[in-house]
C-alpha cells in the first residue's frame, strides 16, 4: 500500500550556514587541503562540483537529500552518504525525527522526491523549500499506515540484485569474444 504525505509532513530542510566564497574561488579536483565536496545546482557528480577546505564550511553535513533549487536541474534530488557542504543553489533535506538508516533507504527516497518534485519545478518554478514542502510525494504504508521502511530496503536491494545478475550475464557474454 502506498500512501501520499506533503514533502513537510516527512522532510525538514538543514538549514546550513552561508560559505562566505563563490564556485570559482574552490578548485574542481579534491586534494588533501580540498577535500570536502560542495554542493551546487549541478547534476554531474550528484551535483557535488567543487572543493573547499574544512576551515571554509562553516557545517558539514551527510546522510541527507540534496536537492538543487535553481536552473536546468532545479528539483533534482540526491542521496549524499558521505561528508558535503552546501555552496549555493541547493540544499539539503533530511527525515524528520530519523536518521536514513541504509543507502537502500537513502536510495528509494530519492526516487520518489524526484518522482515528486522534478517536473513540477523548472528555470522559472524554481525547487526551493518553499514550492516543494507541500508537493505530495508517495511512499509505501504497513497495515498502520506507517512509513514501511522495511519495504523501501527489501525493493532496493531487489533493483540491486536484479541488475548485478544482469551485469553477471554480460560479462559472461563477453568473457566469450
Known amino acids: 500500500m502506498f500512501k501520499e504525505f506533503k514533502i513537510s509532513e516527512i522532510f525538514e530542510k538543514i538549514e546550513t550556514p552561508k560559505i562566505k566564497y563563490k564556485a570559482n574561488d574552490f578548485p574542481e579536483e579534491w586534494s588533501k587541503e580540498y577535500s570536502i565536496p560542495l554542493l551546487t545546482a549541478g547534476i554531474d557528480n ?3 562540483s ?6 571554509d ?3 558539514i553535513i551527510k546522510n541527507c ?7 536546468a536541474n532545479s528539483g533534482v534530488a ?3 552518504p558521505a561528508n558535503f557542504a552546501v555552496l549555493q543553489d541547493a540544499y539539503a533535506i ?4 530519523r536518521e536514513i538508516q541504509c543507502v537502500e533507504e ?8 524526484n518522482k515528486a518534485i522534478k517536473d513540477n519545478h523548472d528555470w522559472v518554478n524554481k525547487a526551493s523549500w518553499n514550492r516543494i514542502k507541500n508537493d505530495k510525494i508517495s511512499l509505501p504504508v504497513d497495515e498502520n499506515e506507517n ?3 522495511q519495504f523501501m530496503y527489501n525493493y532496493i536491494e531487489k533493483l540491486m540484485n536484479e541488475q548485478i545478475e544482469k551485469l553477471k550475464i554480460y560479462l559472461k557474454s563477453i568473457d566469450k569474444l
Open 46 to 48: 550528484q551535483g557535488l
Open 50 to 55: 567543487r572543493f573547499a577546505k574544512p576551515s
Open 57 to 59: 564550511c562553516p557545517m
Open 65 to 71: 537529500i540534496s536537492v538543487s533549487a535553481n536552473g
Open 78 to 80: 540526491f542521496y549524499q
Open 94 to 97: 533530511k527525515i524528520i525525527n
Open 106 to 113: 537513502g536510495l528509494y527516497l530519492t526516487c520518489a522526491l
Open 147 to 149: 512509513i514501511d521502511w
